[in-house]
C-alpha cells in the first residue's frame, strides 16, 4: 500500500516534443504528490506539485494531471528541451508526525534530443 | 541564504569505520529530513526533526546510524561500523510547512 509505481523507467524524445511520465499509487490517504527533478551529482529540486482536490495544474511549459478514482498522475513536459534531460521522480505523501514523509517512485531518465 | 548545505560531498570508506555527515538547513526552516538514494532508485526516508526533537525514524535506520540536530540548527548522521551495503547518496532535506522540501546535493558514501 506503501508504494508509487512509476513509468516508464527511461525515456528519449525528440526537442520540442510532449514528454509525458505516469505514476500510480495505492494508498488512498495520500494528499499530496510533489514531481522533483534531479540532475547527476545533485539532489532533487521540486518541480510541480498537486493535491488531489484538483485535477490538473499547470506552471510553464510542465503539467500534473491527477486522476483521483484510478490512483493515478502524471507529468507532462510540453516543448521539451535539451536542458530538461534529467532523472524525474514523482511522490506521494500524507501528513504524519507533522510533515509530509516521502514515498517516490524509481524515477525515469528523460533525454531530450537536440 | 544558500540553500541547504552537505558536507563533506563525498566520503570513501573502509568497512567497519565510522562516518559522520553534517547537513545545514534553509534557516528559517523548522523541519529536517535524512534520505538515502541507492543507484537507480528514488530517495527513501530516513528521519525526520522538527525543530531539535527526532519525530520519526524509518525501519531503515538501523541501530547503528544515528542522527542529531541539536539546538534545532545543523544536524548529523553518523554511521557507525560500515558495511558495504551503507554505499549510497545520503541526501538532506529542509522545510518549514512540511510540503515541498528543499533537498540538499547530498554526501556520496562508498564502503570498500
Known amino acids: 500500500q506503501q508504494q508509487v509505481k512509476q513509468s516508464p523507467q527511461s525515456l528519449i524524445v525528440q526537442k520540442g516534443g510532449i514528454s509525458i511520465i505516469n505514476c500510480a499509487y495505492e494508498n488512498t490517504a495520500f494528499d499530496y504528490f510533489p514531481w522533483y527533478q534531479q540532475f547527476p551529482g545533485k539532489g532533487p529540486a521540486l518541480l510541480i506539485a498537486?493535491?488531489?482536490?484538483?485535477s490538473e495544474k499547470k506552471e510553464g511549459r510542465f503539467t500534473i494531471s491527477f486522476n483521483k478514482s484510478a490512483k493515478q498522475f502524471s507529468l507532462h513536459i510540453m516543448d521539451s528541451q535539451p536542458g530538461d534531460s534529467a532523472t524525474y521522480f514523482c511522490?506521494?505523501?500524507?501528513?504524519?508526525?507533522?510533515?509530509?514523509?516521502?514515498?517516490f517512485g524509481t524515477g525515469t531518465r528523460l533525454k531530450v534530443l537536440a | 541564504d544558500t540553500g541547504v548545505s552537505q558536507n563533506p560531498r563525498h566520503k570513501i570508506t573502509k568497512r567497519g569505520q565510522n562516518v559522520t555527515f553534517r547537513c545545514d538547513p534553509i534557516s528559517e526552516h523548522n523541519r529536517l529530513y535524512w534520505y538515502r538514494q541507492t543507484l537507480g532508485q528514488g530517495p527513501e526516508f530516513l528521519t525526520y526533526f522538527q525543530n531539535e526533537a527526532q519525530l520519526e525514524k524509518s525501519r531503515l535506520l538501523s541501530d547503528r546510524f544515528s542522527a542529531e540536530r541539536p539546538k534545532g540548527s545543523f544536524s548529523t548522521l553518523e554511521i557507525q561500523r560500515t558495511e558495504q551495503g551503507d554505499s549510497a547518496m545520503y541526501l538532506c532535506?529542509?522545510?518549514?510547512?512540511?510540503?515541498?522540501?528543499?533537498f540538499g546535493s547530498g554526501t556520496r558514501l562508498t564502503v570498500v
Open positions: 532535506a529542509s522545510s518549514n510547512a512540511g510540503m515541498g522540501y528543499t
Open positions: 498537486i493535491r488531489p482536490d484538483v
Open positions: 511522490a506521494a505523501s500524507r501528513l504524519s508526525s507533522g510533515t509530509y514523509k516521502y514515498i
